[in-house]
């Protein structure tokens, strides 16, 4: 395989992490809400989320910093994608107060 095509492939091999992560991370906090124990939740998400990401960045690298940061890149854009479609749509935001809204 040429370099470019395993670059491309660890870039979404990363997305796929990404997406894996930041999807089990909504997924918890949405679940540890109504949980008894949302401790539990959280640690035991955390604990398998890193364990299945670190692992994947491991295979995908290859021990080749390329692939390794083009993983990562990946993972960044899927952080950026999660994050913007899991804001509050703006008429549904807390308000705050008006000193803190114009605060310097």
Known sequence: MNDTLTLVLAGLAGAMLGAF???G???TVRKSLASAKPGLWVFG????????????FYFVSGG????????????VIVRQLVTRLTRFPEENQPRQPQEARHAP
């Open 64 to 75: 080749d910093w390329r692939r390794l940061l083009s993983c990562l890149v990946g993972f």
């Open 21 to 23: 992560f930041f999807g």
């Open 25 to 27: 991370l909504w997924w």
């Open 45 to 56: 998400s955390l604990l398998l989320r890193m364990g299945v990401t670190m692992t994947g």
